[in-house]
Structure formats: C-alpha cells, structure tokens
C-alpha cells in the first residue's frame, strides 16, 4: 500500500481553480518532487497534505486511513517552510526539541534525540544560539533537523532551497540526499528548479496550471518527455514542427520542418498523419564540419553556425538551417584551452541517431 | 546651516515652553515656602505634609487600585482584541476598538455618564470609573499587541501546529512569549493611562470616589499649595518612569500607536 495516496483533490479559491484533480501515490522511503512555475498549485497541493488546507474535491489517504478532518497537529507529517519558519524565541536546541515536548517525549531523551538531531546536520556547537544569530544555510539544517527529530512518516520541503546561493545550494542538495538515505523518511519535496528534481529525486510529478502532466523517474522525465510542456520545462531542447509520414515496425517516418525525413523512435499511440513536434535535446545533435565528401546520411541538415555560447565546460552552438530554422547542439570542452571549435557563419552538419529524439503529438 | 539653526532654535523654544511648567512645578515642591513666588530655600516639608494628609492618602490609594485593575483587564481584553484584529482582517474590529482612543474624551466622559446613569440607572463610584478605565484603555493596548503581531512571520505559527501543538499550546508557547514585550508595554500604558486620567474620571466617578487627578483638582480650586506641588511631582515621575519602562519593551510598538 501507498504512504501517501492523493485521490482527485481539486481546490478553488473563488473561481479559480488551483489544484484540479491531482492524483498520486507516494511510496514509502521515496524523495519524490513536485516540480512546476511559479503558480502551478504545489503550495496548496502541499498545504492540504500537511493539514492547514483541506481539498473541496477528493481525498488524502495516509496509510490507507482519509485525513479528511484530522488537524494538522494530529499527522505524522512535518514541514520544512520555504522561510524556515524557526521560533524566534528558541535557542537552536529548544527549536529541534519543540515536536519532542509536543509529543510529550520524556526529558532525558528528549535532550539524546536534539543531540543526535544537531549531530546529523552539523550544528552541535550552534546549539544555544538563537535563530537570527545563524547563517541562511544554517536556519535551514535547523528547519530540517527539527523537522525529522520526531521521526515523521512523512516530510513536506516548500522550495527549502530556495533562498541559497548556488554554491550553498549544491551543498545542501549532497546533505539531503543523504540525510534523506540515512534517515529513510519518505520526503515530498517542492521545487520550480529542474535542475534540482533531477538531481534529487527519485521521482518526479511536473506540474502546470494546477495538474500533473507527467509523472516519472528524472532519466524517463528528460528522455520521455510525454507533452511539449514538460519537454520545455525539463532541460533545453529542440523543438520542430512535424508530421507523421509512417508508423513502421521499429521506428517513426516523420517529415519535420526545414530537416526533410526523419526516423525517431516509435512511441505508443502514434499514428500515421499526426501533427506535432520533432524534439531533440542539444547534447544529442552531432556537430560536424562540412565537407563535399561527407558521406549523406539519415537525420542529418546542413546549416550555418549562427551564434554560440561558452559556458566553461560546453559551448552551445545556435545553427540556422536553410529555410530559417534554428537548432541548438552542444559540444564539450574537453580539450584544455578549447572554448569553441567553430566560428559564426562557419557551414555545418548536423546529425542525430534515429533512436534519439521524440515526437510529441499536439 | 541656517535653516538647520533656526529649526534648532525654533524647537529648543518650543520644548522650553512645554517643560518649563513642569521644571517650576518640581522646583517649588522642594520650596521652603508656602508661596509660589521665590526660593527661599530647600526642604521637604510639603512632602510630609502630603504623606500626612489622609484625604490625599486615600485618594492616593483609589488611583492605584483603579489604574491596577483596569490595567488588567484592558491588558487582558485589549491582548485578545489585538490578536483577534491580526488574525480574522475585518474591518470594522480595528474601527470599533480604536475608536476610543481617538475619540475626545470630553465626549467618551459625557456619553459615559449619561449611560450609567440614564440607560442603566447606575450609582456613580468605584465601578463605574473601572468600566470606563477599562473601555478606553483596551484601544491602546490592541494596538500594541497588533504591531507586534504585524513583523512577525506567520508561518511560524503554522509550524508550530505542524509540529504537533494544539492551538492553545501554539498560544501559549509560541504566540504569547512573542507578543509579552508587548503585552508588557500595552498593560504600562494603561495603567499611566488610568492613573494619570481626568477628563473620563471627572465624568463617571460622582461623589463616590477620590482619585489624584480629582483630589488635585479640588484643591487648585482653591490655591495652588506647594503641596500640591509635591503630589504633581509623584505623579509625573511615576508616570514618566512607565512610559520609559514601556518604550524599552515596545519601541517600535510605541511609535505605532502615537
Ligand atoms: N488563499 C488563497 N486565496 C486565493 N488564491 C490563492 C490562495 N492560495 C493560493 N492561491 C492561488 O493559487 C495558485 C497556486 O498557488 P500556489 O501557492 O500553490 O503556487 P506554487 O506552485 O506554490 O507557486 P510558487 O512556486 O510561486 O510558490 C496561485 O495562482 C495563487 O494565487
Ligand atoms: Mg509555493
């Protein structure tokens, strides 16, 4: 059975509609990540599973049990907010100790548990401070830690990231990932950052306009896209009109705008004189100087380096094709010293396998 | 420079003017003298004569025992009328709790009057000064209470359930010891508030009770003694001590509500 089970939950707030009919079911020990822009709904989403909202359609099941009506205080599920939300009043240790006292934990191990807690997340010697007297990336190990000292079922991150440095950031992604292993509560994690759901989840629900659009592991969630929302939402990728030209056996004949035939790989539910898009990422178009005597192959179109982007490790190649469409590749940089091995107006090849890329139906 | 000089000069007049009455009134509670007119010399007779005048001493007493009770029960009634105003944004709450706060109290004393008496057939005393203590003491210490309910980030009351507490121990633990500082000062102000009022006492305390402010009155009517002197200087030092003790625990609360 499912840890958590979210059952066609739809919220309105007056005549617009936030959430509109979710469904999900978490398992237990997952990192699962709830991923969209701005205003897609996973605040409400997520404040509904905590208790301090309740859905106006549907339900949320915990254990198979509906927490339809069970106040907040009274769920095995516990919040880390987007601005830490720490008493002001409390010293670091008093802070973590706090769902201790609530839980009406004996003292002496309430006081082993805040050590162990403060161990875990580096800040033992922080332990009589007050909150304002601690660094952003330190409020935030204290939001965590006094989030999982009571060991919940469950553990809700708004966007806890979210006001780091890049550098802080990264860091804080390695400690809960592994925090998250050693502790193995199943963490329900929000972010608008692609980036960091790929990075850190198990798996991931894309969200747009108060609906899930896809649900998947990150490798399928960037592999496979499923609609061009999350093709563009995840990563940088290439998007060409096309048409279904034939469904074959183990591939897809597709006639794509400014390419001409191309092969991509069968996808179910395809069929022959579909529109949509052609997608492909950048890192998966092959970049080649022009020459008379390159042999012509399948999903292959010259082009002119329009423009490009060195960004240290890749350099990001705009070509424009003949009729005016533009493709991005990408190339790395492995050799020291190279920042690019082509220069705009240079002619090129572009050349990608049929097994890459996707067709996305309108 | 100039303007910065003669805005200087214009102010230190303008404060000379305020304080200098006071200064004269502590001067001459200290004077050898039975008139207001020249130093004579130091003493503090007039403050034995004071403490030995019991009429003073009971009304004295009244003052104390008003301004503790109706601190109380403003601090009490005006703390949940204060979080009350936070918490649900209606309208019309801020307007009818601050409303007597602003109104002048000429106004609040006269309407005051003619409902204990004429509405609810009251005997003017002690109770009816404490009901009208009460109801224009509340405003302020609301107002306290709210501004510093107002800096403070809400979701760290939604943590606090989140993390297992009932909503009365997310009071009693987490709201209630952030907003005592201010607690602290609204329940000050009311009681310097109390102790200090005429205007609404005057109205509503018919001949049943004595307080300072009344007492000092009936004897300017006659003259104006150096005892008197002295009582005024009492008076003001409490006074100021509380505003200041209150302005330590809320400054920025303060500035709100002036
Ligand atoms: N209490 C409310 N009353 C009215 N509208 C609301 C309320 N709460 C949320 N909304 C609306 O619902 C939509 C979704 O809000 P939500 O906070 O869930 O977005 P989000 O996905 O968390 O966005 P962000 O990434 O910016 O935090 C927004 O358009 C918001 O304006
Ligand atoms: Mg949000």
């Keep these: ?362 | 420079m100039r303007r910065s000089a003669v805005l200087w000069s214009v102010s230190l007049a303008v404060y000379a003017f305020l304080y200098l009455p006071l200064v004269v009134v502590v001067v001459y509670s200290f004077n050898d003298s039975r008139l207001n007119a020249e130093w004579v010399g130091f003493t503090l007779h007039w403050y034995r004569v004071l403490f030995s005048d019991d009429e003073m001493l009971g009304a004295g007493a009244n003052s104390l025992l008003i301004a503790f009770v109706s601190a109380t029960f403003a601090t009490l009634l005006g703390t949940m009328a204060g979080i009350a105003m936070h918490r649900f944004r209606l309208r019309a709450l801020p307007l009818l709790v601050i409303t007597p706060v602003a109104m002048p109290e000429i106004l609040l004393g006269v309407s005051l009057l003619i409902f204990f008496v004429q509405v609810l057939n009251f005997t003017l005393g002690l109770f009816s000064v404490l009901i009208a203590h009460i109801t224009f003491c509340v405003g302020f210490v609301a107002i306290v209470v709210r501004a510093r309910l107002a800096g403070m980030d809400e979701s760290i009351f939604e943590a606090a359930r989140d993390l297992g507490a009932t909503p009365w121990q997310t009071f009693r633990r987490v709201t209630f010891p952030l907003i005592l500082p201010g607690v602290i000062a609204g329940a000050l102000m009311a009681f310097t508030l109390s102790i200090d009022d005429f205007v609404i006492t005057f109205f509503t305390a018919g001949v049943g009770v004595h307080t300072l402010p009344l007492q000092i009155y009936s004897m300017i009517k006659i003259a104006v003694t150096p005892e008197v002197n002295a009582v005024s200087t009492l008076l003001m030092t409490l006074t100021l001590g509380l505003i200041i003790l209150a302005s330590r625990f809320a400054p920025d609360a303060l500035k709100g509500a002036a």
């Design chain 1, 1 to 362: 059975m499912a840890l958590l089970e979210i059952r066609n939950v739809v919220r309105r707030f007056a005549s617009f509609t936030a959430v509109d009919g979710v469904s999900l079911s978490i398992e237990v020990g997952e990192f699962f990540t709830l991923l969209g822009p701005s205003g897609c709904g996973k605040t409400t989403l997520l404040r509904m599973i905590a208790g301090f909202d309740a859905p106006d359609e549907g339900d949320l099941l915990l254990d198979g049990q509906s927490l339809r009506g069970i106040p907040p205080e009274q769920r095995p599920i516990h919040t880390v907010f987007q601005s830490y939300a720490l008493f002001p009043h409390l010293t670091v240790a008093e802070n973590v100790a706090f769902p201790l006292r609530m839980a009406k934990v004996v003292p002496d191990e309430i006081r082993r548990r805040v050590q162990e807690a403060l161990a875990s997340v580096h800040l033992l010697e922080k332990q009589k401070h007050l909150p304002h007297e601690l660094s952003g990336g330190q409020k935030q190990r204290v939001a965590l830690a006094r989030g999982l000292v009571n060991r919940p079922r469950l553990l809700l991150l708004d966007e806890p990231l979210g006001a780091l440095d890049a550098k802080l950031r990264e860091d804080m992604q390695m400690e809960l990932i592994n925090l998250q292993k050693t502790v193995g509560v199943t963490f329900i994690f929000v972010t608008h950052s692609q980036a960091e759901a790929l990075a850190l989840s198990h798996r991931i629900a894309v969200m747009n306009q108060g609906r899930v659009e896809q649900l998947d592991e990150p490798s399928r969630l960037y592999g496979f896209p499923r609609n061009r929302f999350v093709a563009d939402f995840i990563g940088k990728i290439n998007m060409l009109d096309a048409t279904v030209t034939a469904v074959a056996a183990d591939r897809l004949l597709l006639e794509v705008a400014g390419v001409g035939a191309v092969s991509a790989p069968l996808k179910a539910g395809v069929q022959s004189g579909q529109t949509g898009v052609f997608a492909v990422r950048p890192e998966q178009v092959q970049l080649l100087a022009e020459h008379a005597d390159a042999p012509a192959a399948a999903n292959e179109v010259r082009g002119r380096i329009l423009d490009f982007l060195y960004i240290g490790d890749v350099t990001t190649y705009l070509v424009q094709l003949s009729d005016g469409t533009r493709l991005e590749a990408l190339l790395p940089n492995s050799a020291p010293g190279r920042a690019k091995f082509f220069e705009a107006g240079d002619p090129v090849i572009l050349r990608w396998s049929a097994e890459v890329g996707v067709f996305l139906h309108e």
